[in-house]
């Protein structure tokens, strides 16, 4: 009989539970057991969900209280020495300290995990690291389901995707693999302890297979999987992949000695026919059939149609049924959304309704279609509906979007001519000065936007009152004297939020959080249909900020790439193509703006490094599609007007060409936090056209000194050619205080001042 099984539940609570219960504790309102409450009530209701839905296996351990690869580093005692452990069981204290810092010490660095929006705490490694098993969380967390009668698969991430996805503690070089002997004794303790207390299953997830691995870490791979299976020869492991397919690493899994094997058939739908060729004969293959990261409805029947070959080759006993990934990328519950319509929400599933499908695929190759009838007819009316639907497909986008001219992804003059032209139209001081869009999001324009969605402030008196406030940061520019002048962006929730609620083809849920790191959740916007802009989206703010200023007000917009990274994106159509019809809408835009008369226009694009695929040679193939997007958003305007673009902290070197190509007059980056060092890749590309390096971090509340910036521009200076470079600080200030950002712009523009002072060029 096949199995209905599941790799990972989201874990924040369907109402947002753990956020609030971890906040409250945060701040000491609450104590460590009202937190501790929470977090056995979201497994046991997440786990009587499962059990209710049929699942066979169902996760445990896949909760967290802020993060599993943090548990992972607490379980396998890898704890950097500042956090002060004691070398015990590592308590939820110092659990957190690792996490936000403490008073002494800051937090452990975070990343994304994989292609994901999801943040992991990275493990830091030493030379020699010792491990030591140090949480009992695992053991607590499956003894608590067995009691709860729950067939409980603990969840770990396995030894190899740990030691990769970690980093060398800072001036230390050696190889992480080194440390897979030492790492392995104590998973091998870990599951020797599971397995004593009733496990027969345990799942360990290695996503690093999904990456481009280097020989060394499948030897590693190889060895630790072997020692564990001499260890612990009876104890079943369902070794899971995900967010792509093995390629070159498939003989490395399907020689691996576990018992299962899972595979990613949503990324990576073609391996599964690779995997059956060889598929050996002592292992149960699990078929991830079923999209934990997205949100769109199965197609059931082919789904079954997978599982069914799959079962052809191997026999029913051989075969789970599971999520492509864990559904910790997923919203909860499809039900809790009260305002989508019915038409659109058949078209959806979050992970309650994820586990239902599962169970519904199991159902139909266990015991024939029949048994499913009518939620197969409801599966096909909806994939039907989405084939078809007018809401989804657009003729006109379509067609416009085939029509795509290699020409409109092409300015009209070459930089070099380009740049004279706005210098003249323009004429601005060297080292010109600018900020990167945003300005406080006061509490006043929070609850203003608040009041409007909820009635209580008519539109007219919402605009009222967001003009007033561009009014302020205008006038309080002008009196900083900043060269480009930005209107500060008070009506905007959020970058991609903003403009998607103003998109066709875009919808949005009261409900869909899900987790981006710790206690931080978003709610990523839906691109459902054909995506069109239908009535002009920042012009009218733009030009009323334009009206109340001589000096150049840029107009800010939100561009392509980073609208579909930060969405859930449709799955009927290559990313691409959604990316190009997001590039038209925003060229709309663009061109609207310069007809109302806005000379300098900024597209960011924060996300376009976060974009890349896991492999290498996917690479060119995105960063080509990604970079024509922008340039067809940009590419419309005149000679004279001034493109800006963007960007926050990025690692630019491996992908500084693309940067280049995006054409973009003048582009702003994160550089103060790195001193500069970011700017390095700029350096030896030799790009060509302006930079905005910024000079300071506004990421905390801070006031550098005048004297800290010169210092970082004088960095800038010794690499760039002084006509390049623009004075500008590394982000948005949304998150700032008025206060700070005051005095630490004052010190930006006089730091700019100095400069021109300091560099004033022969020419001039
Ligand atoms: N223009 C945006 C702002 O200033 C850019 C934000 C970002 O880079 N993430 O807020
Ligand atoms: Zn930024």
Redesign the pocket.
Known sequence: MVLATNLGFPRIGAKRELKKALESFWKGETSKEDLLKTGTELRARHWQLQKAAGLSHIPCNDFSYYDHMLDMCTLLGVVPERYEWDGGMVSLETFFSMARGNAKVGAMEMTKWFDTNYHYIVPELEEGQAFKLSSTKIFDEFAEAKAQSIPARPVLVGPITFLKMAKKKTGQDFCRCTLVLGAVQVYIEVLKKLESMGAEWVQMDEPCLALDLEDRYRDAMKTAYKMIATAVPNLKIMLTTYFDGLRDNMDTALGLPVAGLHLDLRRAPAQLEEALKNFPADKILSVGVVDGRNIWRNDLRTSIETVKKAVAKLGSDRVFVAPSCAMLHSPIDLDNEKKLDAELKGWLAFAKQKLAEIAAITKAVNEGESAIKDILAASDAAAASRKASPRIHNNAVKTRTADIKPAMFERASPFSKRKGVQHAALKLPDFPTTT?GSFPQTTEIREARAANKSGTLSDADYEAAMKKEIELVVRYQEEADIDVLVHGEAERNDMVEYFGEQLSGFAFTQNGWVQSYGSRYVKPPIIFGDVSRPTPMTVKWSSFAQSLTKRPMKGMLTGPITILCWSFVRDDQPRETTAKQIGLAIRDEVADLEKAGITVIQI?E?AVREGLPLRRADWQAYLRWAVDSFRLSAACVKDTTQIHT????AEFNDIIGSIGEMDADVISI?TSRSQMELLEAFVTYKYPNEIGPGVYDIHSPRVPPTEEMDALLDKAVKVLNVDQIWVNP???LKTRGWKETKAALENMVECAKRARAKYARKAA
Not at 646 to 649: E, G, L, T
Request: aromatic share 10%; glycine share 10%; hydrophobic share 20%.
């Open positions: 990167i960011d924060p963007h960007m926050c902290y994160e590394d982000c948005g």
